[in-house]
């Protein structure tokens, strides 16, 4: 609810990608990470990236209710001088670890994250959210080669696969699958969900493994929005009037 809110205050998008990926983002938050939202750069904190920079809103929505900030400042996103950009940024945003949206990017620079914990002899994990869109980079199928010969079982990656991208379908785009196939083939760790099912994302993130760790998080883009779910243009439109209200109250606001 905040998040759509606030995309529909400043005229931005992405509330199809940032509702497929709340429940990610609410378990993650709410009771797999350790960190300390009055110390955000507390050197034992787990550190999580969201590679799929656009769903920025949803980060800043659960920092917020997490109590990084007061929910007041969630009304300044996409304004002019704002601090919370349409694709998230860390530039003065407590809680935030990287500034993401030019697609592949995340993963890469988690794998960093991940060996320079084992090389400190941390015990701090890396959590990352990523879209299957993103999957087409490159730049990731290195990651995902780097982490396994590294043996980075500090580090997990959450694939959003709502299997939507662009203009069309995942498969249609560049065919992803036989997906679990290829990233078992790569020597990861893989487990395949309903990434809108808590216990499940709970048990996944939380199993312990010696391989870096990839759950495969089957989820509904425009998740608890009848007119939104499984619908591409809403990867780009700006819920307002009466579609506005319409989704706040199937999100659950009482009128």
């Known amino acids: 609810m905040h998040a ?75 304004q002019d001088g704002s601090v919370f950009s349409g694709h998230v940024s860390h530039k003065g945003v407590p809680g935030v670890e990287l500034s993401t949206g030019s697609l592949g990017h995340g993963l890469p620079v988690a794998t960093g994250m991940a060996l320079a914990s084992k090389i400190d002899k ?65 020597g990861w760790s893989v487990t395949e969900i309903d990434g809108h099912n808590h216990d499940e994302l709970l048990s996944a993130t939380n199993s312990c493994a010696k391989k870096p760790k990839v759950i495969i998080a089957n989820t509904i883009k425009g998740k608890g929005v009848s007119f939104m779910e499984n619908k591409i243009e809403w990867h780009y439109r700006t819920p307002n009037g009466r579609l506005f209200d319409q989704a706040m109250m199937e999100l659950g606001e009482k009128v």
């Open 122 to 186: 941390k015990s701090h994990k890396v959590l990352v959210v990523m879209s299957d869109g993103e999957l087409d980079e490159g730049s990731n199928w290195e990651a995902f080669m780097f982490a396994s010969h590294h043996k980075l079982n500090n580090l997990t990656v959450i694939i959003d696969r709502n299997k939507l991208q662009s203009m069309k379908t995942t498969e249609e785009t560049l065919s992803l699958e036989p997906l679990r196939d290829k990233l078992l083939a790569f």
């Open 4 to 78: 759509l809110k606030m995309v529909n205050k400043g005229g931005s998008s992405h509330i199809g990608s940032i509702l497929s990926i709340a429940d990610i983002l609410a378990l993650l938050y709410g009771k797999v990470m350790n960190y300390k939202s009055d110390d955000p750069k507390w050197v034992d904190r787990d550190r999580f990236i969201l590679s799929k920079g656009h769903a920025g809103a949803g980060v800043y929505a659960v920092l917020a209710e997490c109590g990084f900030f007061d929910t007041e400042e969630l009304g300044k996103h996409y």
